[in-house]
């Protein structure tokens, strides 16, 4: 009758649930990197907040119109945080993104738009997809692959705000 309005999106699981580590694996497939071509600046952490899970973080300089439309140059930090919980058999998606003006060194490239630069998915079809063909930056389709893929492995997703 009422739909749920707060809180995390759930997914239910399909079947039995598979081993912690098998999830994880599945999970990290969909964070390759190739050479400068895709996710150069990407790199896999391991957090306090993610339990059994891990943090994907891209770090690399943008430039971006602020809300007055004046164009400056930032440091941007993009994080996917994926915090699996064996006890629930769940795992917790987030998307974050940080950006603070800063200088930017001779050497760096600097990144408008950008969303071309955060590639999630399988390394064959990243390979296939054009990034300059990307006109907008959608977090939760990002996210929606990966809770496909664990649904389909068992273990209920849980899409948190954007």
């Given amino acids: 009758m009422f739909k749920k309005m707060f809180g995390p999106k759930k997914y239910e699981r399909e079947g039995e649930p598979v081993p912690v580590d098998d999830l994880r ?50 440091f941007m930090k993009y994080t996917v945080l994926v915090d699996i919980r064996p006890e629930e058999h769940a795992v917790y998606f987030k998307g974050k993104r940080f950006a603070r003006t800063k200088r930017v060194p001779k050497e760096e490239t600097v990144y408008d738009p950008w969303f071309t630069e955060i590639r999630v998915g399988k390394l064959e079809d990243l390979k296939v997809e054009k990034s300059s063909s990307f006109k907008v930056f959608s977090a939760k389709k990002i996210l929606k692959k990966l809770v496909e893929q664990t649904t389909g492995m068992g273990w209920d997703a849980y899409l948190l705000k954007i």
């Avoid at 497939?29 to 994907?56: R, V, W």
């Fill in 25 to 74: 694996d599945a999970l990290r497939e969909y964070f390759p990197q190739e050479g400068e071509m895709i996710n150069q600046y990407l790199t896999i952490q391991k957090t306090d907040k993610t339990h059994s899970g891990f943090a994907a973080v891209w770090e690399y300089y943008i430039r971006d119109s602020d809300s007055e439309g004046m164009k400056s140059n930032y």
